[in-house]
């Protein structure tokens, strides 16, 4: 590997897990990302698009149900191993590695609460699948409300005056679903079952909502355009409609009862998700610059002559380091200990996204004008960094929420 883990405690299996992610990131994603990235949003999930030669080979080799129990034939990985093959496909690409997250988030959510109808239609068929035919995406952003989704506890969270976009109406044993989720859901428009996050009870505000399963192939479910965007673009995006769309009571995680409590949940592992996405692409600048400053020749001598690179570099990897050690532990205490701290998702979450985006901001410093071109990678990450301070929630919100948590709640012990 091209880093020092400091982790004394990994074991044999800790680092061979990592190493084959690495080569897949590495031999597959990095190339197919490349391709991706220069295509139209359309082509890039057209039929024979290299997406779904990636989806089929990582499909093929587990990484979809990391995390999953064993028992439903899942990946069945530890919290730290679960980290390892995160950074390591997100090193390879960040748009890709989002991909393949959302795709298992209906199944990870409904073995929370599983029942019959989900541990047969959704969870084991997701975990059995190898081709990459059954592939989730996650739809909680709205036309009109994106980061103030991602605020369990926030006074506006519970405000009745804040109308959803999508609602869901109880008729009978049936839940009959209605409205729109925005141009932002993750594998929107290629998913075959969409994770709703969606308003029950308006007046609770979007606290009042429920987690549902909605089977893409139901009637009156549309989808619109990819969107077309500056970075992840080998990640697809785009709307889904609701109209009228009737899905089995059974396959409702949870109402507004317990609405709060599995939002946290959810937001204290996919913030951490967001947290070492952002570290794998710092450090893919960080090795980006290094290997061009060691060859690159300017003034009679190499970039890695000049002082102020070598400082440059080393501020790049301390912000790696301190970024992979947070949004470990975060994961691991928050995915351990109920309820989480939410609060150091959060952090986790900002400082990742934070770092990747600094890192490539110096990295193209340091290439000059090459690191504008497409023919360097760092170009892309660039733009892919960019994109993680949006993404999950913008970093001004969550650190707005993140602090009302402090405020109300610390000193915190346990």
Known sequence: MEYLDLDLNLTDKDRAIRQSAHEFAKEVMRPIAKQLDEMKPEEAIAPGSPYWDFLKQAYELGYHKFGLPEQYSGMNTSLLQTMLIVEELAWGSAGLAVALGVAGMPAQLAALAPNDDLVKNIIVPFCE????????????????????????????????????????????????????????????????????????????????????????????VSKGKPLNKLGQRDENQGEIFFDEVRIPKSYQICGPEAYEAFLEGTLAGTMCMMGIIGTAIGRAAYEESLAYAKKRVQGGRTLIDYTHVKMTLFNMLRRVEASR??????????????????????????????????????????????????????????????????????????????????????????
């Open 325 to 414: 050690y947070l949004t470990r532990n975060a994961f691991i205490y928050n995915q351990t200990v109920a309820p989480p701290a939410l609060e150091y998702s959060q952090m986790s979450k900002i400082q990742g996204t934070e770092t990747a985006f600094k890192n490539t901001h110096e990295a193209i410093q340091i290439f000059g004008g090459n690191g504008l071109a497409k023919e360097f990678l760092i170009e892309k990450l660039f733009r892919d960094a960019r994109a993680t301070l949006i993404e999950d929630g913008s970093n001004q919100i969550i650190a707005i929420a993140g602090g009302h948590t402090l405020a109300e709640t610390y000193p915190r012990r346990k």
């Open 129 to 220: 699948c190898r081709d990459g035919s059954m592939r989730g995406c996650w739809g909680i952003t709205e036309p009109d409300h994106g980061s103030d989704t991602l605020m369990p506890g926030y006074p506006s969270f519970r405000d009745p005056k804040i109308e959803a976009n999508c609602r869901a109406r109880l008729d009978g044993n049936e839940w009959v679903i209605n409205g729109q989720k925005s141009s932002w859901v993750s594998c929107g428009t290629v998913s075959t079952h969409c994770l709703l996050y969606c308003q029950i009870d308006s007046s609770m505000g979007h606290a009042g909502s429920g987690i549902f399963i909605v089977p893409a192939d139901r009637p009156g």
